[in-house]
Structure formats: structure tokens, C-alpha cells
Nanobody, 117 residues
């Protein structure tokens, strides 16, 4: 069982920045494939960014050049640095973990990000 706890959400004006953090339980965090997803009201949950256990990253086209995903295996955390935020980035952001060689997914409870003037 993996438990994920997100933090760092909040309200910010367009052009501002936020940093989300996801803390994971489990001694094999370094082997997990980690990702951030987001879900806006009335829309499906979409992948924002992902990072493999080897550190390779992937981003949705809508956030490339603005968001950066990183992980700290010593602290069991994965962060999402969000810069140049836009109103369309408003959503609940979720952390997801996938243990290696499985089709299991674990989700955090989500953290709200609101971008508005």
C-alpha cells in the first residue's frame, strides 16, 4: 500500500508561480513511476507531468516550458514547480504513484490550484 499526500496548492494571479509537493510512504519510492494529474470542473483527469525512476520526464503540451517535475528519492517526494500560471491551469492537482512491473495506481487526495485575477 502506498499513501500519497499533496501540499502546496492555493490561489495565485496569472503569471504567478506555485510549487506542489507530494510525499509518499513506502521504502521503495525510488522505483516508483510518479506523475501529476489535474482535473478541472466538468472535465476528465489529465496527465500534467511524469517522471520515471530513472529521472526521465514527460509533459503535457499545455505545460511544456512552464512546469517542471522533480523527485527526491531520499525524501520520498515528487514536486511540481509551476511558473507562468494561466487561468486554464485552475484544477485539482493529484499525485499518482505506480509501483514497478504493476498496473496498480495509487492516488493522493488532491490539492486545489486556482489562477485568477
Amino acid at each position: 500500500q502506498v499513501q500519497l499526500v499533496e501540499s502546496g496548492g492555493g490561489s495565485v494571479q496569472p503569471g504567478g508561480s506555485l510549487r506542489l509537493s507530494c510525499a509518499a510512504s513506502g521504502s521503495i519510492f525510488s522505483s516508483y513511476h510518479m506523475a501529476w494529474y489535474r482535473q478541472a470542473p466538468g472535465k476528465q483527469r489529465d496527465m500534467v507531468a511524469s517522471i520515471t525512476r530513472g529521472g526521465s520526464t514527460n509533459y503535457a503540451d499545455s505545460v511544456k516550458g512552464r512546469f517542471t517535475i522533480s523527485r527526491d528519492n531520499a525524501k520520498n517526494t515528487v514536486d511540481l514547480q509551476m511558473n507562468s500560471l494561466k487561468p486554464e491551469d485552475t484544477a485539482v492537482y493529484y499525485c499518482r504513484a505506480q509501483p514497478p512491473a504493476t498496473l496498480l495506481f495509487y492516488w493522493g487526495q488532491g490539492t486545489q490550484v486556482t489562477v485568477s485575477s
